[in-house]
């Protein structure tokens, strides 16, 4: 038998606290957690390639003098200011805090937080076409030039 008691206990076998007043959001399970690290490394992986293979492509292209497009200018730039101390404690704060707002949208509505796991996603995918675009074609002219210089 339950019987009601002040302060909104109950006695019996499932006697729990009941307080009309405190709601509490879901708590955060662990697949929550790893899409929330998923879409931090999604953020952060492909500015992380700029930082370590645009200074090496720097170095190639100027080697071989070869004429940079405005948008592989920029990538490099990108990925000298990322190589540097700051830049590295610049991209731990962005994946922390992409990961930090996919745990929140999470529990404040679960269709916001999917939405920023694939908002995350398809910045990983935009973002390394654009830097794959940006440093190949010089490369492709860098080999045209070096077949040319080549013929007889």
């Given at each position: 038998?339950?019987?009601?008691?002040?302060?909104?206990?109950?006695?019996?076998?499932?006697?729990?606290p009941r307080s009309?007043?405190?709601?509490?959001?879901?708590a955060l399970s662990s697949a929550v957690c790893a899409f929330a690290i998923l879409a931090g490394a999604a953020v952060i992986a492909p500015?992380?390639?700029?930082?370590?293979?645009?200074p090496r492509f720097m170095e190639i292209f100027r080697d071989f003098g070869v004429a940079l497009p405005l948008l592989t200018q920029e990538v490099i730039r990108l990925g000298t200011n990322l190589a540097s101390p700051l830049g590295a404690v610049l991209l731990?704060?962005?994946?922390?805090?992409?990961?930090?707002?996919?745990?929140?949208?999470w529990r404040?509505?679960?269709?916001?937080?999917?939405?920023v796991l694939l908002a995350s996603l398809t910045w990983l995918l935009v973002a390394s076409?654009?830097?794959?675009?940006?440093?190949?074609?010089?490369?492709?002219?860098?080999?045209?030039?070096?077949?040319q210089a080549g013929a007889p």
């Open positions: 038998m339950v019987q009601a008691h002040a302060f909104g206990y109950t006695s019996g076998v499932d006697a729990m009309p007043c405190v709601t509490h959001p879901p500015l992380a390639v700029v930082a370590l293979v645009a731990l704060v962005i994946g922390l805090g992409i990961a930090g707002s996919l745990c929140l949208a404040a509505h679960r269709l916001l937080g999917l939405s076409a654009i830097i794959t675009v940006s440093l190949f074609i010089p490369l492709v002219a860098m080999i045209q030039s070096l077949q």
